[in-house]
Structures are given as C-alpha cells and as structure tokens.
C-alpha cells in the first residue's frame, strides 16, 4: 500500500510535464502568422539554404541566385518562355557586320539608393566582370566583347571581336547584374544596392532574409509589399509548415517530397527544367578514349528506365539541348532505344569483350543521383561494360569534377536558353569547361563559330542541330533526362510563374489574398 | 609554493582540459584540410572549374587560403587569444557574432532537454527497480528500449508531421528568441526538447535503476528498513541520495553531448543552434567558422565534466574526504 502511494508520486512531475506539453500544444496559432497582417502582403517563401552570398557576379548557389535576381537587374532578361526581353536596356541593335551591338537604356532607372542607373555604371560593371581579379563567373560570357564605351548617359555601345548572337542571352543571367559604379563587393555584401523588384530589409544568417518592395524599381509596382524567405533546412519540414499555413510557397526538385506535399492538399505546378541529368564521359581516360565503347555504352542504356526507376518517370528523356527553342531530338541519336546486340557490335568493333569504366557519383548533391548511377550499372552490365561506381561527398565529388579526374561523372548539369551559352564553355576546344568536357574536334569547333555568329533564328536553329547530332553520333556524354521542379503553394497565391531556368523572378508579380 | 600549486588537483585538471583543447584544435584543422575541395570549391561549385588561373589565385587570398597551412593554424591560434574567433563570409558576419545567437539556443535545448530526460527517466527507473522482473519493470525496460532505438529523425519527423495536419507547428513561423518571444520560443523548444529527452531519457533511466537496485541491496538499508525509516524517506533520500553518483555522470555526459548541438532535431525543427552552424561551416568549408565553434563546444563539454566532478563533491561526502 505504501508503495502504490509512493509510486504513484513518483507519476506527478510525468503528469504534470504531459499537462504542461498539452497547455503549450493548445495554445492556437502564434501571433506572428503572416496572415495575421491584412494591411500587408508579406509573402513567406520556404527554403533549406542560407544564401552563401548577397554579391551578384559570385552568385551560383540556387538559393543565392533567386535572392540575387530578385534585388538585382540585368541590360536584357528572359520572360518567362525564355524569350530575351528588354530590362535595363530598353532597346538594342547590332550593326550589320555584328561587331558593334548599342543599347539604349531605360530612362529613370535607378538603384535601391535612389542614384540613377546609368551607362557608367553599365560601363563599370561589364569592365569589372571582364577583370579577372574581381572573380566573377561570367567572365567567359564577354569574351567575345573587345571595348566597352558609353558615348552619353543612356547608351553603351560593345564592340565585339567576332559577331555573338548569344550575346543578348548571356546578359540577362543574374551574374551580368549591372551595380553602380560607386558601390564596391565589401559594401554590397551586407547591403545589396540593385534596380531589382525588391530591397534588403533584414538579414538573419541561418534564419531568414526579409525583403521589400523596392520604391524605385523601373518595372510595374510589385503588389506585394515584402517577400520574407524562411530557412527551413528540412524538405518535410517545409511541407508541414505550409500545411499548418506559416509558410506560402516554396519550390522543391524531389518528386518524392513534391508528391507528398500535394497529399498534405497543397497546390502544386511541375515545370520542365532546363538542366539536364548525364553520363558524362571523358574521352581523353582510358576505354572511354575508343569511340566504339562509348556508342556501345549509349545503345546499352534505356534511357526512360532510368528516369523511371531513379525519378519516379517525372521528367522526360531528352538529348543534349533542353532549351525549348533549340530543343534536340532525344530520337536521334544512334541508339534511339536500348539496342543490346548494338552495343555488343560497338564493342566488338573496339576489340575489347569487357570494359571497365570508373563512374563518381555525388551524394547529396542532388535526390536522384545513386538511384540513376545504379540504374545504370545494372543496365550496363548486361552489355559487359562494368560501372564501377565510386561514390563521393559532394565536396569531394565537385573537386574530381573541377580537376577532370573522372573517366565518367553522373551530372545534374545546368542548362541555359542559348545552345552558345550552354555548350559553348564546354565542345569547342577553347572552351574554359572544354578539361571537364572531354572532347573536342575540329567540326565542333567550327560549327559552335558558326552558331555564335549567325544571328538568323532558323539559321541558328539548323546549326545547333547539326551540333546536337555530332554529339550524339559520337557518343560524347550520353544525355539522360530533365526533370521538373515543384512549385508549391498555399490557397491565396497568385501571379507567380515558375521558370524552366528556375529563376524566381516573376516573385515581382505575385500576389498573396 | 609553487610546487603546491602545480601539484593542486585543480592545476592539474586545468592543465589536463588545457592539453584537450589544443589537441582537439589540432585535430580539427587537419581534418577540415584533409578532406577534398576549399571554400572556393564550396562557393562557386562546378562553376569553380571555368575559373582562370588568376582568378583562382584572387579567390584563394581572399579566403586566406594561399599561406602555408602552420601560418593559417597559428594565425587562427593567435587571433583567438585576441578574443577573434574569425569571419563568416558567408554570414558577413564574424564567428563570435554568430556564436552569440546560436548557442543561447543550444543551451536552451540543452537544458531543456536534460530537465525532462530527469523528470521521466529517474522516476522510471526506481519504478522498474522498485519490484525487479515485475511488469512494471518490464514496462519501464520496454520504454527505455523504445527510447533507444527510435532515431531523433524519425520521431521528429513524425511528430511534426501529425501535429501540422492539426494546424500546430511553431517551428514553421521562424525561429523566436527567448528574450523577445518568450512563450512562442517555448512552444518552438518543446517539441524538439521532448524528442531529444525521449532518446536521453533511456540511459539515464537504466542508469537509475541499476544504481538503485545496488544500493538498495546494502546493509545500511536493510539497517534504516528495520529501524522504520519511512519508505518515502528510505527511498528518496537513502536510495536514491547514494544512487546519485552514476545517474549525474550519465547526466552530465549526456548534457556535454547536447552541447555540441543535436544537428538532426536542429535541422527538422528549424532551431539555429550551434549544430546547424558547425553543419554549414563544413559544407562552405568555412575553416574559421568550423574550428572556432568546435572549440567553444569542446571548452563546454570540458567545463560541463568539471562541473560534474564538482558535484560529485556536493553529492557524497567520501569524495570530500578523499
């Protein structure tokens, strides 16, 4: 009896800390709910990354990137079918020859400061970016560009060494951000001054970045007054955060988690994406160096099992361009579907009757990457081509990448409007990607000359094709799929566009009820 | 008199804790260098590779990653010693601004979360002790089980899950401090607090009744027993006042493990801890930021073990006396 008493004290603190988790459970939705302000239209976007910088011409890293475009302006911008459009510079013309492009620009704009925005400060920035000090990784973009001069205030004029009909495409990319001239990296860093949509207001490292509409923007008034990016590291936690309305959107990769945001009855828009998911091969390593063990290996895969098996079947096989405009035909190709006895043609003709081929894979760089590099290995065992897969951190994996030291690399590579700012880093042998790319030749070479100078759509068109089909026909990389990205929205949201490039620009035409 | 001081128990444990931070400082920086790629790698990613020579080698001044590695280590050692723990340039901000702002929530969960591990796993433990082999205990061993071996993620993960389908989730409105949002702050903590306590609580409650049960097999208790001590005295104050040794190391030593920052229940909970910062630090490769925060981490977990020997002091009168 005195036991039963005494234990049963020994349950009053367990009682009284359930009673105590179910007052504070109880307590209803805090008061700094965002929907709790209807004077303002404060939209709370979810993220996993802290931006790792606020500079744009240092800007890669996805999260950085869709700050960057949102506080930031370029001479041109893509619309949202990646059409180039005018943004600072309301209007360009190349000259007959196609070494003299002039851009007039937009009178009234200024920067977030209220200083005006004008062709010094266009001059400024596209010479910054041409200095290899300042670092920035567009720098290759303005190769093409030989001066840079600005005969009055709204107009700058390029004068470029051969004709670059990506020249337009490669301006609108947020790392040609045009900053005023009397700002330096240090000052931009903690307080961004751009002719974007929107302003730093706030920033908490690790928690959150709060922007606002910025008064001085040359576009139409955003009807939103702020935009509060919330960092949750956690996908899943994302979703439950929508669910219980603390946040309003908010953009993920992995169909997975996408699928189960959309059971939690959240609004969900898939958009087909422009980066695309490869086996790149690396022609100057060991087997791969054999054009026949490459072809062997592209007619070994079957390219819609992989996207099956590693990516749910959410995207679409593609070939090497995914810009819609220029968009290969994923069935020509040697191989279009998977052709055993082909392969095993391919790699009698190479004189070998087993390969072995070395393959590093990132983990956590992407959802989908050792499910796709398994899929592979299994595929290409049935042809007696041997995948050795070696699995990496993705910091080791980006050094291997960087230093080329891979005979073949499962990549999610990012794509871009222009077939000339896609490739053009990478096949033609002076290229400043051509060391990962891995091959090159003489054709290439000549048709991306032809492709950058000809200015004629249709033209290009034919072109790009013909470099698209030389790819292929080599087995240079074997072209996987694209995949999509995930919008995903609470009840309220509207005017946002998602972009195949995954830009979140059009955040300047949403709106929250 | 300076030989008395040297040889002091306290001199020598100052000396000892000392020595275990060099050597974790030591160890920190090789490990940070020996594992591939640099903050230039971590920030421009593939993008890294299209580079120029020139460009690389501005980056790498920047950073400060173009000096030899013993001018880098003793550089970081001597700024220390001038209170700079280094900066994030990432964060724009510098390594001790950031510490002030993470490890109050660190601290917070910490103790948090050691308060309830005591509240359940103590009085569970002399539950089960109380009548060995019996359901109850089999009970509390059954509780303890589940503590261990349920991961912090998926108890986590779950909790959050089910609790927004009912609209609740506090971690989702962004992180509120203690000082400016007291009672949302504790609505944020609480769920990650119980989850970490559920896992802490095991070993700290089979701890207890291990101790218990020693100490209940003793003479001097079958002695107060048969005197008439009151079983609420025996047990609270004779049982459990010198079963307390084993349960406050365990205690301790869990608590200098959360000082480090439980990392998983940060990441799903959203909560800036100290776990998060270091998980950042090594994914930009941010050297300063990581090797700074390790050692404030260390001096805790160092602290937190002399605070325990101290207590062993206040806990029982033969460590006093020897």
Known sequence: MRNRTHLSRLALPVAGLLSAALALTSCGTPSNDPTDKPTEQILVVGTTSDPDTLFPWKATQFFAVNVA???????????????????????WE??????????????GAKFADGTD??????????EAIQNEATAAVARSSLATVTKIEAPDASTVVLTLSVPDAGLPSNLAVINMAILSSEDTEETLNTKPNGTGAFVLTSRQPNQSLTLARNEHYW???????????RIIPDETSIVSAMQSGNINLTTFDDPLVAQSAEAAGLTVRKTPQ????????????????????????QCAIDRQEVLDTAAQGEGEVTGPITSPAYRSDPKARPCPTRDLAKAAQYLAQSGLSEVTVNAIVSQGEYATSVNEAENLKAQLAEAHINLELEVLESGAYVQRWIDADFESAVALNGGRPDPDGMYGRYFPSTGNLNKVAGYSSPTLDQLFAQGKSESDPAERAKIYTQISNELEDHAVWIWLFTSYSYTVTTAGVTGYTPMPNASAQYLRSTSIA | MIRRIIRHRLTRRLATALGTLLGVAILVFIMLRAIPGDQVTAQFGLEAAGLTEAQRAQLEAYYGLDRPLVVQFFSWLGNLFSGNLGFSSRAQMSVAALTAQSLPVTVELAVLTIVLSLL??????????????SLRDGLGQTVGLAGLSIPAFLLGSSLLAWLAGSGFNPNGLGYASLTQQPWLNLQQMLLPAVVLAFGIAAPIMRTTRTAVLEVRSLDFIRTARAKGVPVRRLQWRHVLGNALVPITTM???????????????????SLPGIGRQVLIGI???????????????????????LATDALYRLIDPRVRVS
């Open chain 2, 283 to 305: 994914q930009q490769k941010e050297y300063a930021v990581v090797q700074s925060t390790v050692l404030i981490i260390a001096t805790g977990f160092v602290l937190v073990n």
């Open chain 2, 120 to 133: 359940i796993g103590v009085p569970l433990g002399m539950l089960s002790a109380s009548k060995p082999n």
């Open chain 1, 69 to 91: 475009q949102n506080l930031y302006g370029t001479l041109t911008e893509f619309d949202a079918d990646l059409n180039v459009v005018p943004g600072l510079a309301e209007s």
């Open chain 1, 219 to 229: 576009g139409a008034k955003p009807p939103l007054d702020g935009i509060e990016f």
């Open chain 1, 274 to 297: 422009l980066s695309y998911h490869v086996l790149q091969l690396n022609a100057t390593r060991g087997a791969l160096v054999d054009e026949n063990v490459r072809l062997a290996m």
């Open chain 1, 117 to 126: 925005c004008d062709s010094t400060d266009v001059k400024h920035s596209l």
């Open chain 2, 251 to 269: 205690t301790g030593l869990q608590f200098g493990y959360l000082l480090g920052g439980a990392i998983v229940v940060e990441q799903i909970f």
């Open chain 1, 94 to 107: 190349t000259s007959a020859d196609g070494l003299t492009v002039t851009f007039k620009l937009r009178p």
